[in-house]
Structures are given as C-alpha cells and as structure tokens.
C-alpha cells in the first residue's frame, strides 16, 4: 500500500476524523477554561492546535500526490 492510498482511506475514516476532533475540542477547551495567568497553559493548547493541523495538512499532501500522479499519466 502506497503512502497516498494510505493518507487517503485515513482521512476519510469516521474514527480518524472523530479523534482529530475530539483533541482539537480538548485543546479549545483549554483555552476557553483558562485563569487570565495561565498563559502557558493556551499557548500549549495552541501549539497542540497547529501540531494536529500539522498531521492533516501531511496527510492532505500525501493523498494529493495520488491524484496528481494520476492525472500525470493520464496526459502521458
């Protein structure tokens, strides 16, 4: 199985998108729960937000790849 055919079928699994949203309502709870002081804590919850839009936008690549491979051949 190709790295693109992989990325593919996990983005499109319902448990993969349920988890991605879970964590990322997990981290935007952090920050809506936040004392005024706990600056520390919504930058965390920050970089936490950009890692897993990070391993999305990964995984969007590697699923693109496919289709640009695929139109590649179809012009050969």
Same mark, same amino acid.
Request: net charge negative.
């Given at each position: 199985? &190709? $790295?693109? @055919?992989w990325a593919?079928? #996990?983005l499109k699994d319902?448990?993969?998108q349920q988890m991605m949203e879970e964590l990322r309502s %997990?981290?935007?709870a952090k920050f809506a729960t936040s004392d005024y002081? %706990?600056?520390e804590v919504r930058e &965390?919850? @920050?970089r936490q937000l950009r890692a897993l839009e990070s391993i999305?936008? @990964?995984l969007e690549g590697l699923a693109s790849d $496919? #289709?640009?491979e695929e139109k590649r051949l179809k012009i050969l």
């Open positions: 199985m &190709s $790295k693109a @055919y593919e079928i #996990l319902e448990n993969f %997990q981290e935007i002081g %706990q600056v &965390s919850a @920050y999305e936008t @990964y $496919k #289709l640009i």
